[in-house]
Each structure stands twice: as C-alpha cells, then as structure tokens.
C-alpha cells in the first residue's frame, strides 16, 4: 500500500507516547552550555554574538518597557529555528508542521501584548480600532473590520509558520521521489532533477530561518503597539 505524501506530517506516536514532545525537548539538549572560565570556545562565542545581535536588532524600535521581553522572544526565536532546521534532517519530525504547536505558541502571546496593551494604555490600545477623522456613517463597520483583524492575528502567525514549512517539505518530497522513478529512465532528466532539488533544500534552509525570525518579529510589532 502506497502512503501519502501528507503522511509525513502526521503527529507520530510510540508506544503510545506523541513523539511531538520529544521533537520540543530535543533541542536544548543541543546547544552548548555556557562556562565559567573565561576564554570560551568557538560555538560558544558564536552563539553568545548571535543572540546579542538578534535581541538588539529586535528591540531596537521597542521602547525600554518593552525590553522586559528580550529573553522570551530571544528564547523563541532560538527554539523556532532550531526544530524548523533539525526537521530538514532525514527520518526526523518537524514539530512546526502542526498546526496545534504553532497556535500554541501564538494565541498566548498575542493574548499577552493585548492585555498589556489594555492594562498600561487602554484608550490607546482602543484607539486602534478607529482610525482619527473616520467618517461618523462608517465607524460601526470600521470598528468591527478592525476587531476581525485583530482576533485574526494569532492565526496567521499560525498557519503562516504551518503552511510555508508543510508546502515547503511536500515540495522537496515530490521532487525527489520524482529523481528516484526518473533515474532508471531518463538518467539526464533525473540528474537535472536532482541538482533542482539540492537548490530547493538550500531555499528550504533560508525558508525555516527566515520564517523562525518572522514569526518572532511580528509578535515584537504587536508588542510594540501596546506599550
């Protein structure tokens, strides 16, 4: 029986327990932990410049009540590319791919700017909902249009991380389990095939760090309208 290309993005499961957890944990046992001596390795520098340069460059436009973040999202930004970049490895799981995860991740805290937008500065955070000089015959179907935007906004920080990376794998599988029939039949064609989906792997690499990167600076841009 033959199975689906959509297979591969189903939550898989052993002995009963959702291999989706192990996926979350896996990367922190990777990263290097830093020492207390102090000349530190290559990885250790590398990574410690990384993440200085990422926190900056994110809460550059952020003013300093907002800086209270810089862990949190410095923390995301590590994990998103992280799982994104060790499901391009073979006979591994992407736990970005479901839907759930990402939601999980999104909802909360989108919910949190809200809140504190609502907290520190209601009639701002309100204010966002009408635009200055509407038109008085236009403010009740402005004020909903607004109010759909907003409620939208974790969802397609969702399905915009879920979509590029599942388009992203179904892609590469398609065009290698083309390589593999074409081989015996046409080996030029497969060659050219297999040189396109090399190329299409270094776009997915760029494509898993682009959309960890993205997924975190919307979430400082939401963050930055209410503080």
Do not use: C
Request: aromatic share 10%; net charge neutral; glycine share 4%.
């Amino acid at each position: 029986m033959m199975l689906s290309f959509f297979d591969q993005f189903m939550s898989p499961v052993y002995l009963g327990v959702p291999l989706i957890a192990l996926a979350i944990t896996l990367p922190w046992i990777l990263f290097p932990t830093p020492q207390a001596r102090w000349l530190n390795n290559r990885m250790l520098t590398l990574q410690g410049w990384f993440i200085s340069r990422f926190a900056s460059q994110l809460l550059l436009p952020l003013n300093p009540g907002g800086h209270k973040w810089a862990v949190l999202f410095t923390s995301l930004m590590v994990f998103l590319f992280s799982i994104n970049m060790l499901g391009l490895l073979p006979y591994t799981f992407t736990p970005t791919t479901q839907l759930s995860l990402n939601l999980g991740l999104a909802v909360p805290l989108w919910l949190a700017t809200v809140i504190i937008g609502m907290r520190n500065q209601p009639t701002h955070a309100l204010g966002h909902l009408l635009p200055e000089g509407t038109p008085t015959a236009l403010i009740p179907v402005l004020i909903v249009i607004e109010t759909i935007s907003l409620f939208i906004r974790p969802l397609a920080l969702g399905v915009r991380l879920t979509a590029n990376l599942t388009a992203g794998h179904l892609l590469i599988q398609l065009i290698a389990t083309a390589a593999f029939v074409l081989l015996p039949l046409m080996p030029v064609v497969a060659i050219l095939t297999t040189v396109v989906l090399f190329l299409l792997t270094l776009l997915e690499v760029a494509v898993a760090m682009i959309q960890a990167y993205v997924f975190v600076l919307l979430l400082s841009l939401y963050l930055q309208e209410n503080v």
